[in-house]
């Protein structure tokens, strides 16, 4: 069974838009980790952000936020004034505590910004 | 710092070459791993290296062979591959094991196998 569930494959958006990426994920553990990445064109993964199952906090950073809802499975990220810049394939990925070996990851996101 | 180096950026190699990939990393990391990913899919986890030991093999086939000469570094020797094998082979570092960590991953090696 899938773990981690991007159903947006392509996204397209015009600059200065603001986006939201979907995440669900499924797991019966009640310790686990979820995370997003951004890997752009050149192919390197790049870490955005870790939350802990027990911390429903959502968080801010510069132009990104993220809102992790445990009733609905979701940790979703959302990108504020898209920018060219922007233009990736973007990942997220579940690690249980106690099952599974590493991560899973969902199977992306592409998001095109178009200026 | 939280780099993660990989050398080379491109190999092309032939089915009957003998290669290898490298990875590098100076944050102190002692957990590394080495995925691969074809185009349009996430990363597949091949092997994770903990304190230098393999812990994990995610039934890799025979003709990879990882290697961890120390704590920095973490090796992919490649033999007798298959044009399948074509692919993206990205190397990361984290700094336990533990499921926690989040993973610091290197730009990658584009291997081609003609």
């Known amino acids: 069974a899938q773990k981690v569930t991007q159903a947006q494959t392509e996204i397209s958006v015009v600059e200065k838009e603001d986006v939201t990426l979907d995440c669900v994920y499924e797991?019966?553990?009640?310790?686990?980790?979820l995370f997003w990445y951004k890997q752009p064109p050149s192919g390197e993964l790049v870490f955005l952000i870790r939350?802990?199952?027990?911390?429903?906090q959502n968080e801010i950073s510069g132009r990104y936020s993220w809102n992790f809802q445990k009733s609905t499975s979701s940790f979703n990220f959302t990108i504020t004034a898209s920018q060219v810049v922007d233009s990736a394939v973007y990942f997220c990925?579940?690690?249980?505590?106690?099952?599974?070996?590493?991560?899973?990851f969902g199977t992306g996101t592409s998001l095109t910004v178009i200026p | 710092d939280t780099e993660v180096t990989q050398t080379p950026k491109h190999l092309v190699m032939g089915m009957t070459n003998k290669k290898s990939l490298k990875c590098e990393q100076h944050?102190?990391?002692?957990?590394m791993y080495w995925y691969k990913q074809k185009a349009k899919k996430p990363p597949e986890l091949m092997f994770v290296?903990?304190?230098?030991?393999?812990?994990i093999n995610e039934s890799v086939p025979s003709r990879f062979s990882p290697e961890c000469p120390n704590s920095s570094l973490l090796n992919l020797h490649l033999h007798a591959l298959q044009p399948e094998d074509s692919a993206l082979y990205l190397c990361?570092?984290?700094?336990?094991?533990?499921?926690?960590?989040?993973?610091?991953f290197g730009p990658g090696t584009r291997l081609t196998v003609t």
């Open positions: 990361a570092s984290s700094q336990g094991q533990g499921k926690a960590y989040e993973q610091y």
């Open positions: 797991t019966r553990d009640t310790t686990y980790y």
């Open positions: 939350r802990n199952s027990f911390d429903e």
């Open positions: 990925a579940l690690s249980e505590a106690y099952t599974g070996n590493q991560f899973y």
């Open positions: 944050m102190g990391h002692r957990a």
């Open positions: 290296y903990s304190y230098e030991k393999l812990s």
